[in-house]
């Protein structure tokens, strides 16, 4: 894993109004590393990660790109760094293939015609090498299960081979087998040197994939924390502010029966 931060954000504040959405929140990622970044609703984390992407520029502070500072205005910006983002909502066109979606505002032509054979040569080779199963690239996205929309939405953002790789809420209302199609995809962004930013509420689905979680509490930092050596308890803590709450009562509860 390399030393300098593909991105890091040093003091970064932002207001809405008379609302301070945001006030001196720092945050490094690293390439072939998975950050998750947590909070509770309203804690700040979508306006942070819209900073990032180019959606909401910053008021103070500053956006460092492999350890130079860079000013981030628009969503071009971020794009021309090399930084994908998955909001969501995916914005897929159910209408349309998968090759469709895929190259959907990046279509290849040849001769000022759309080259189909090509794209088709293409989304299949980046399915499979991201082992993304898919019954066939010429099926209609609207066809697809949750799980396999969400790899869809994540191949695409990785045709511009970015850098960063932003995913918001991934897994959510996903069912089980579906959510583990998308960790693994996760694990292979990592495995790919890519830097991946994951938004998630889903404590599971952070400890399963992140390296390092950074909680953000009103628009604040409330601490990093590396998985591997935290327990969930400590992070429901930070997010919550409280060391009192129902994952530590139920902690307590437990560990009090071992000890009868």
């Known amino acids: 894993m390399s030393a300098t931060p593909v991105l ?21 990622v690293r390439a072939g590393e998975v950050v998750a970044l947590v909070g509770d609703n309203g804690a700040g984390k979508s306006t942070l990660v819209k900073t990032v992407a180019g959606v909401h520029a910053i008021d ?23 930084i994908a983002t998955v909001y969501q ?4 066109c159910d209408n349309l293939d998968v090759v469709g979606n ?11 015609v759309l080259d189909e054979v090509e794209m088709e040569r293409r989304s299949r080779e980046l399915l499979t090498t991201l082992s993304i199963r898919i019954p ?32 918001d809420e991934p897994t959510a209302a996903l069912g089980v087998e579906q959510t583990a199609q998308v960790l693994d995809l996760v694990e292979r962004l990592r ?16 400890k399963a994939v992140a390296d390092r979680v950074a909680v953000l509490r009103l628009g604040r930092n409330n601490g990093v924390f590396d998985v591997a050596t935290t327990t969930q308890e400590e992070i429901v803590a930070a997010i919550t502010g409280a060391t ?17």
């Open 102 to 112: 895929l190259f959907l505002g990046r279509e290849i032509r040849t001769a000022g």
């Open 60 to 82: 103070d502070g500053t956006i460092e790109w492999g350890g130079r500072p860079v000013r981030i205005h628009k969503p071009h910006d971020a794009q021309d760094l090399g």
């Open 244 to 260: 009192d709450n129902a994952v530590t009562r139920r902690t307590a509860r437990a560990s009090a029966e071992e000890d009868q």
């Open 191 to 206: 495995e790919r040197d890519h830097a991946v930013l994951l938004i998630s509420h889903n404590m599971a689905d952070v």
């Open 89 to 92: 909502d995916l914005a897929l």
């Open 136 to 167: 066939s690239v010429r099926i209609p996205t609207a066809s697809l299960s949750g799980g396999q929309r969400q790899t869809v939405a994540i191949a695409r953002s990785l045709l511009g081979e970015p850098r960063l790789v932003i995913l």
């Open 8 to 28: 890091a954000l040093r003091g970064i504040s932002k207001r809405f109004g008379a609302v301070q959405a945001l006030t001196d929140v720092d945050l490094e």
